[in-house]
T-cell receptor, first 112, second 111 residues
């Protein structure tokens, strides 16, 4: 089954404790992206990757890092999480840039 | 700056009562306009992509249309299972940015 998977689905952590949210797709897509969704603000792009070893900032990159060492994986790293990073995070992928994006199930993060 | 405005923010309909959701956009060179459906606690699910003014696409009770300034998602004879938040997004033709999303329309279909 073609899908985008994210882990963990739910995470509660404390300020400053480094964490990684994994994202994997099995569709051989080149383009991958991370979004956060907050009430009243909608979905906003954090980082994206056009292909392996090619990443760039989206609209709200502060406090986040990403890497793309393999085509299928695109982890999101929060090296020192803060409460304002409490949000619902989605990973998405598309075959190539600017084609239809397919979203993962989401990761709900609470930073205390 | 690309902007997407969806209206209404929320809509409550009776089962079978047809209506339309609006997505107005401002973008420099539209590459594509996307409609997604999102159920609570889940990721957006792709519905349609529209590329040029005048284009229409249909899927079951849903029909999406596109003009140069806005898109409509028409819902004909909706059922309770159509209840969800419907998201509109645009992709500009230039640059390498991702989708710019609207805030969505929360649709409730009452039996």
């Amino acid at each position: 089954e073609a899908q985008v998977t994210q882990n963990p689905r739910y995470l509660i952590t404390v300020t400053g404790k480094k964490l990684t949210v994994t994202c994997s797709q099995n569709m051989n897509h080149e383009y991958m992206s991370w979004y956060r969704q907050d009430p009243g603000l909608g979905l906003r792009q954090i980082y994206y990757s056009m292909n392996v070893e090619v990443t760039d900032k989206g609209d709200v990159p502060e406090g986040y890092k990403v890497s793309r060492k393999e085509k299928r994986n695109f982890p999101l790293i929060l090296e020192s999480p803060s409460p304002n990073q409490t949000s619902l995070y989605f990973c998405a992928s598309s075959l190539i840039f600017q084609e239809t994006q397919y979203f993962g199930p989401g990761t709900r993060l609470l930073v205390l | 700056e690309d902007q997407v405005t969806q209206s209404p923010e929320a809509l409550r309909l009776q089962e079978g009562e047809s209506s339309s959701l609006n997505c107005s956009y401002t973008v420099s060179g539209l590459r594509g306009l996307f409609w997604y459906r999102q159920d609570p606690g889940k990721g957006p699910e792709f519905l349609f992509t529209l590329y040029s003014a005048g284009e229409e696409k249909e899927k079951e009770r849903l029909k999406a249309t596109l003009t140069k300034k806005e898109s409509f998602l028409h819902i004909t004879a909706p059922k309770p299972e159509d209840s969800a938040t419907y998201l509109c997004a645009v992709q500009a033709g230039g640059g390498a940015d991702g989708l710019t999303f609207g805030k969505g329309t929360h649709l409730i279909i009452q039996p």
